[in-house]
């Protein structure tokens, strides 16, 4: 690999966890300006803690970091920031209470008063980036997609000349990832901006690096020109060895008729969705296809009562659930929502004890004394049914790499009983390993006679998954296919309407 015009070099980068884990093991690295350099890797292959590394958040055991050809030593993400490298995290830390123009500005301001200068600066960024939003719009009421372009913004606005971003397209559909590809590109080609992009999709990789290193157990095993590679290359270098592409298997299933697990009459949500009126069988999967927007959170919230807004009837196995989050989970439903870290999980406890949470029957005496042994027992068999790297179930969840926290939110309601499990991208941020695991995973959930509800961003998983898709359009149920007879692309022009830009969509 040529490098003309390396901004960032790291050379023998190692970072060693008190617990012992040895997240990076001698990692080289080169970034140069005006190029967007692609970085890949399983879950847990050490890609954050690169980019902590990187950003000034961990000091590196060893090794060097190399900026503008001088060695640095950041002792701060503001010292980093100071020097010219913004970052855009995976778990977007903005503050919900302010509005977009004070979040952009907050960091590099401090307190300040909303000056006509900061608004002829914002007014600039967003015609640099090409895309704007309401300065004055509260984050807290923004889609995930545009608090993702707030964080972008955010990090524009510092002036930095490297610009990591981690896992930014993660649960984003296919309209607002081109957007953040737009931007990535103005960027890298047209301001000389270098990117650091940290991603799952290899499509997008492909379509929008020009170089790739590819981590595996804290060591690059691949570093190469994307021109140079094909996904099956880069796919090989991830998990080691070839992998299956995504099976469609819907054909292969027929849900036992006639008995309705979940039954929704006229359940809407004023301002976000609905009414929307359906049943859904034993043993079958209901694939939710939407933009973002599109309403199709929410309609998961509501199912499961965590949207108290929201009305209409809820039955599960004929018996109506009251209203509240408490009454559903008693009733066999399970939630995976989008936002994890917030909703699903306790970081600070155990893998084996985040497992157990909503399970305790079945390893309990009397349900009020958990067997410690038994919990941990459940927590090596969540290890090893959703491949978690993780040494042990006793590893705290906020020492797991996103990706294998995430797997937890999923295994802690694998063994509660749960009749009805409503699954919010349960594959965002999971490498392509995982992924096809936890597919399997919804499929053989079925099989047993659970029913599941799925919002994806990739109609292609649903696809694979379900066994009919909804199409959310607006709040608005505006189709219901069986999954063996729609298509990705009859999914995108159903869920932009015919006008939607399936362009947008990367090949
Ligand atoms: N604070 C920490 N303490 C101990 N171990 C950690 C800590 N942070 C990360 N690790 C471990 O270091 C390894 C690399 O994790 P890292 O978060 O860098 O992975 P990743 O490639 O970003 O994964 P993902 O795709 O899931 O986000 C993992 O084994 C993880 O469990």
New binding site residues.
Partial sequence: MQHDNPIMQLRGVVKG?P?G?L?LRGVDLDIEQGKVHGLL?A???????LIKILSGAYWATLGDIIWRGNPVKWDSPKAANDMGVATVH?HIPLVPTLSVIENIFLGNRGLWRLSAGIRREYEELCQRIGYRLDPDALVGNLSIGERQMVSIMTAVGTGADLIVMDEPTASLAAEERELVYTTVRRLSKGENKAILFVSHFLDEVMALTDQVTV?RDGTAVLRANTADLDEDRIAEAIVGKQIVALERQAQERTPTAGTARLQLQNLASKGRFGPISLEVGRGEVLGVAGLLGSGRSEFLHAIYGSDRDATGTVLLDGLAVARNTGAAVKAGMGMVPEDRMAQGLVPEFEIWRNTTLPALGGVSVLNAMPIEERERERGWEAIRTLSI??SSPDILVK??????AQKVTIAKWLYSGVKLFLLDEPTA?I?IGAKTDILRLVRKLASEGQSVIIVSSEFEELLAVSDRIIVLRDGQCVAVRSAHETSEHELLLLAGGQAASVEAAVH
Avoid: H, R
């Fill in positions: 966890f617990n884990t997240a890797g879950n847990g292959a050490g890609k954050s803690t995976q981590l790297k993780a020492d797991l790499s996103g990706g294998n941020g490498d």
